[in-house]
């Protein structure tokens, strides 16, 4: 029978933000694949965990996901950690994952820290819809290309930025995106943590300043404050509208609302469409 594959987030900084299961499994699996075990090792020390450490990273993880895949078939179970938080987000391991679940291996997720969320948390901007998109690129060009295609997201944005590429991408998004509100978080649950509030113009004023920004960083953006574009014909967006549960009336005042135009125009070219059979 085979073994069981754990998907363990770790703390971000503070190495008191880990859950008991957590440090349980740890101590009890066969091997914990580490992005660097250096870094894991100061964790391992901490809770007197003497569990064997494998290197996996993103140089060898192809190689390296068939010897644990291997592994995992002939019954041993094992971890699978990042430097810091929820492994595969913005991390190596997805190959590894992919491999066991094709392999039909258990796959367990033990839940806990999350640079994402926890910037997401204290944030002051809307949490009912949020979109991570993970590092935004390097390059110039393709930094911008890639802020264009949220313009209209209406989402909270969350990304993980370098502190030396940080002034850039703030740029970038003013530039694209407008003059948002946004939230940089830095060094979360660390000593020197610090979240700074304020549009976009406002923040980079303030970093601007600084000699140097350090820390690990995450960028939060607010919403799209425009509204979505909906250019299905006025049947569909009204019939639409009524399946969600508002009367005739009401469904056509939303579509007008939505598409700034006059209630009466949509009711007229709505009452001029052919009407389904009942």
Request: with cysteine; aromatic share 4%.
């Amino acid at each position: 029978m085979s073994g069981t594959l754990y998907v363990v987030a770790t703390p971000i900084g503070n190495l008191e933000d880990i859950t008991y299961r957590a440090v349980r499994i740890l101590g009890q699996v066969n091997w914990i694949a580490c992005e660097d075990t250096r870094q894991t090792r100061k964790l391992l020390d901490h809770y007197g965990i003497q569990t064997p450490q494998i290197s996996y990273h993103e140089h060898n993880e192809i190689d390296r996901s068939k010897e644990l895949c291997s592994r995992l078939l002939a019954g041993e179970s094992g971890a699978l950690v990042s430097d810091a938080g929820v492994p595969l987000i913005s991390d190596p391991g997805y190959r590894l994952v992919h491999s066991a679940v094709g392999a039909g291996i258990i796959v367990q997720p033990i839940p806990g820290p999350s640079a994402a969320l926890a910037a997401l948390s204290a944030s002051g901007l809307p949490t009912d819809a949020f979109h991570f998109a993970g590092f935004l690129p390097p390059k110039p060009g393709q930094r911008v290309h890639a802020l264009e295609a949220l313009q209209e997201e209406h989402a909270t944005l969350i990304f993980y930025e370098a502190p030396h590429r940080l002034l850039e991408a703030l740029a970038d998004i003013r530039t694209v995106l407008g003059d948002r509100d946004v939230v940089v978080a830095r060094e979360l649950t660390k000593i020197h943590e610090e979240i700074l509030h304020g549009t976009v113009s406002q923040l980079l004023a303030l970093l601007a300043d600084r000699d140097m920004i350090k820390g690990e960083v995450t960028l939060l953006v607010a919403k799209s404050t425009k509204p979505r574009e909906d250019n299905r014909p006025i049947e569909e967006a009204v019939e639409a509208q009524m399946r969600s549960g508002l009367s005739r009336m009401d469904a056509i005042k939303a579509v007008a609302k939505s598409r700034g135009l006059s209630k009466r125009d949509v009711y007229r070219e709505f009452e001029h469409l052919p009407q389904p059979r009942r």
